[in-house]
């Protein structure tokens, strides 16, 4: 990753004083603020800003997000709107209420429209009209989950959704979504170059994995994995009170063990996580059904938190190769799999074993933000409104260290964000599970 790599693009110079001048004028960086014409280093420590080799001029860092002195657009004749896609996510209300509200009170923007149903709202042959949001419609949003603009998965032609935003008069639009989402705003940002338009695309990253890179945390992941502990709380309450009791736990994470090892790190009782980053056997002297069978002799019960991506390579044929509406492959259920393993290695040994099964799923997804993501859905729709206004787009907003960034569509959907082997947070995991360091 590059200087150049973390560029973001503007439609233009800004043409026109901002409301919110007054609150950056004169204010220098300090602990607290980034100063609008500062950046913010994409390296946190000397050895690896020294490993880049490269003049201090030309190392990568991110554009602070934030208020501009300057605007791009007219406020009072600017017209926004918003649009959410993919799967649902804590927050969802909570940042379509920060974005309305931010254009309102701080930019006197008259108009937002809010397209139904993700990308399939942009496309007429769907028959789903946008709706106005005001700061009336939008006032009590946030105290419930999911998203009252409705969501989808699956791309549409991006020269009709354009076609749609020109229609409509609209200068601005915010996408809220996920890396799929946000190749989709890409695109949508492409088409709009290609003719040569002033509409920005600005992007509210939302993934329930939390696997989006650069962008810190993920709005809504805190409240999800929150949920997700109370479940293996119960699992445990359950295994304790069996003879040989095993409990496994499902969580989301398709390809990011994010949401178990947080979760099983909030609750402190699992005995075993399993994630998508660490492979694992399941037979064998150092099998996760030998180490089982030691924990639950020892203990006299076990709980087993599975990330719905992790065993992929021993269950993938279960799946037959069938994808999504957005392309994603249908996995098999790996926890499952443990499960009916777990069963027969107790079966073919003549022990009893009790199991039971939790899977929190969906409802995690569709609750609503818990306060700490609430606060960080306002900052980031704020962020994400400030960035729009002055003439910023292809880009998405994001929390780098304690710090608001813009950054670059592409740069955030080149690859994965992934719970590392060799970090601190699975260290974190092996130290609270006590399991070992290596399963295979």
Known sequence: MTLADLQVKTLGDPRFDSPLASYVKGRATNQYYVAEDDRILLDDTVGLVQGRDVPWEEIATFEAGGPRARLFFPPRSTRAAIVTCGGLCPGLNNVIRAVVRALDDHYG?????????????????????????TRDTVADIHERGGTVLGSSRGARDPGVMVDTLVRHGIDILFVVGGDG????????HEEIE???????????????DNDIPHIGQSFGFQTA??????????????????LNGVAVVKTMGRHAGFI??????????????????????????????????????????????????????????AAGGATDASGNAVLADPARFVLERIREDYAARGEEVTLRYFDPGYTIRSVPADPADAVYCARLAQTAVHAAMSGRTDMVVGRRRHRFVNVPIPAVTQRAHNVSPDGDLWLSVLESTAQPLSMT
Request: with cysteine.
């Open 109 to 133: 923007v008259p108009e937002v429209l809010g397209f139904r149903n993700g990308y399939a709202g942009l496309d007429p042959a769907s028959g789903l009209p946008p709706v106005v949001l």
């Open 225 to 242: 994995f929150a949920k997700a502990a109370e479940s293996i709380t119960a699992a445990k309450v359950e295994a304790q009170g069996a």
């Open 260 to 317: 178990a090892c947080y979760a099983a790190l909030a609750s402190q009782t699992a005995s075993f996580v399993l994630i998508p980053e660490v492979p694992f056997a399941m037979a064998g002297p150092n099998g996760l059904l030998a180490h089982l069978r030691r924990r639950v002799s020892d203990r006299g019960y076990a709980v087993i938190v599975v990330a719905e991506g992790a065993a992929q390579e021993l269950v993938a044929e």
């Open 194 to 208: 290609r003719r040569g338009l002033e509409i920005a695309v600005v992007g509210v990253p939302k993934t329930i």
């Open 181 to 188: 989402s946000m190749r989709g705003a890409h695109v949508i």
